[in-house]
Nanobody, 123 residues
Framework: QVHLVESGGGVVQVGGSLRLSCSAS????????MGWFRQAPGKEREFVAG????????WYADSVKGRCTISRDNGKNTGTLQMNNLKPEDTAVYYC????????????????WGQGTQVTVSS
């Protein structure tokens, strides 16, 4: 059974940056992709970014493209989401998730989820 723990959330002003981390255990992290999702109050959960198992391919939602960078360290079983130039609409709970396959594109079936970390962007 996989266990995912996110960290790095917090309160930041508009234009600021945050670096979210995801620590994975209980599953062969390097054999599967990894993704980040977010859910704002009153809205559905949405895909933010994904990365393939070897880090060679990445996918981003249009809303964060150019402002966010997803990466991973298979040796440490960790993944990160660097977020820059944050906007109020980025306020949400951010979740780390693992798909059933090597790629973590928006169409992938994500079946393992962390508890989430709150990101609040204040104006």
């Amino acid at each position: 059974q996989v266990h995912l723990v996110e960290s790095g959330g917090g309160v930041v002003q508009v234009g600021g940056s945050l670096r979210l981390s995801c620590s994975a255990s209980g599953r062969t992290f390097s054999s599967i992709g990894m993704g980040w999702f977010r859910q704002a109050p009153g809205k559905e959960r949405e895909f933010v970014a994904g990365i393939s198992r070897d880090g060679g391919l990445t996918w981003y939602a249009d809303s964060v493209k150019g402002r966010c960078t997803i990466s991973r360290d298979n040796g440490k079983n960790t993944g990160t989401l660097q977020m820059n130039n944050l906007k109020p609409e980025d306020t949400a709970v951010y979740y780390c998730a693992l798909p059933k396959r090597a790629h973590a594109d928006p169409s992938a079936d994500f079946d393992s989820w962390g508890q989430g970390t709150q990101v609040t962007v204040s104006s």
